[in-house]
């Protein structure tokens, strides 16, 4: 079955600074790349996503690229600010697992003020 | 309904008792999945369910835990002869399903076996 990766485990950043966090997958075939943001107590929530006929996407300060070549894809946090301060995981989807997301392990983002 | 609304939203349990874990997905959604996240882990796959279909238990940890869904809507998840590394916060999400990714998550189940 599909494998994810996902670094690092935990990121510190200043406000300000951008933060970015990377995952690799296993199933060429796979082919939607959604990133969720967790907070504590909190459940999971999707802040971008990725299809795979798309190698960039962009929504205000929140960036996703996508190297199916390489079977990695990242998030990228721009003018971090402390509100930003969760976990994030990154997921997969399609391929031979079809409809179910497999998730990586989840990178811990602490933005200091 | 609005959401995916899970019950109990808490769950104390004694070890060795059965606990049932209740999801109602978005009306509408014919895919059904169920999650688990034990403290300070990523989210482990336990099983899904799409419309009609043989649903895919691959992510069923032991043969204690099952699973079913009535009438392609609510879905109850069943947890025999509880352990305390079964505590963790259950997780249930619906889509569209047929490649429509828009999953929704509920708030979760938080189980406790003492």
């Known amino acids: 079955g599909e494998n994810v990766e996902q670094h690092p485990s935990t990121l510190s950043v200043q406000e300000g600074d951008s933060a970015v966090i990377k995952c690799t997958y296993s199933d060429s075939a796979s082919n939607y790349f959604p990133w969720y943001k967790q907070e504590l107590g909190k459940r999971p929530q999707l802040i971008i996503d990725?299809?795979?006929?798309?190698g960039e996407k962009k929504d205000q300060r929140i960036a996703v690229t996508l190297n199916k070549t390489a079977k990695h894809f990242s998030l990228h946090i721009t003018e971090t600010q402390p509100e930003d301060s969760a976990v994030y995981f990154c997921?997969?989807?399609?391929?031979?697992?079809?409809?179910?997301?497999?998730f990586g392990q989840g990178t811990i983002l602490t933005v200091h003020p | 309904g609005a959401g995916v609304s899970q019950s109990p939203s808490n769950k104390v349990t004694e070890k060795g008792k059965d606990v049932e874990l209740r999801c109602d997905p978005i009306s509408g959604h014919t895919a059904l999945y169920w999650y688990r996240q034990s403290l300070g882990q990523g989210l482990e796959f336990l099983i899904y369910f799409q419309g009609n279909s043989a649903p895919d238990k691959s992510g069923l940890p032991s043969d204690r835990f099952s699973a079913e869904r009535t009438g392609g809507s609510v879905s109850t998840l069943t947890i025999q002869r509880t352990q305390q590394e079964d505590s963790a916060v259950y997780l249930c999400a619906s889509n569209k399903g047929q490649g429509n990714y828009g999953y929704t998550f509920g708030s979760g189940t938080r189980l406790t076996v003492v």
């Open positions: 997921a997969v989807a399609g391929g031979t697992s079809y409809g179910k997301l497999t």
């Open positions: 990725i299809r795979s006929n798309v």
